[in-house]
């Protein structure tokens, strides 16, 4: 199983940036694909998740309204949205995928699969 993210990048508050996350060697409509983002003094917090069939989003509080999480079954990707960026944004964006059984998947767990990240850097 392979999960790569690409996308991220430096770019100055109030920018956007659409990070996506390309599955590869699982049966993707299995699985919810949730993104996380780690920083060495907030630790690792979830963001925002999408259901099996992409109807169902799920967003933490301090990115509701900006970020917006889609998935494209055709590609196996799944893309981050990332509206009206703050310096507070910067930090590595994870993501992951989880059974469908759990939802939503702000949280992880040993049976998760992961990305290696994509750094995303907000200047001011």
């Known amino acids: 199983v392979q999960l790569l993210e690409s996308g991220g990048g430096l770019v100055q508050a109030g920018s956007s940036l659409r990070p996506s996350c390309t599955a590869s060697?699982?049966?993707?409509?299995?699985?919810?694909i949730a993104w996380f983002r780690q920083t060495p003094d907030k630790g690792r917090e979830g963001i925002a998740c999408v259901n099996v069939n992409g109807r169902a989003t799920h967003y933490a509080d301090s990115v509701k309204g900006r970020f917006f999480i889609s998935r494209d079954k055709a590609e196996n990707t799944v893309f981050l949205q990332m509206d009206s960026l703050k310096p507070e944004n910067t930090a590595m964006y994870y993501c992951?995928?989880?059974?469908?059984?759990?939802?939503?998947?702000?949280?992880?767990?040993?049976?998760?699969?992961w990305g290696q990240g994509t750094q995303v850097t907000v200047s001011s």
């Open positions: 060697g699982l049966t993707f409509d299995d699985y919810v």
């Open positions: 992951a995928a989880a059974r469908r059984n759990r939802w939503p998947v702000m949280a992880v767990t040993a049976d998760d699969y």
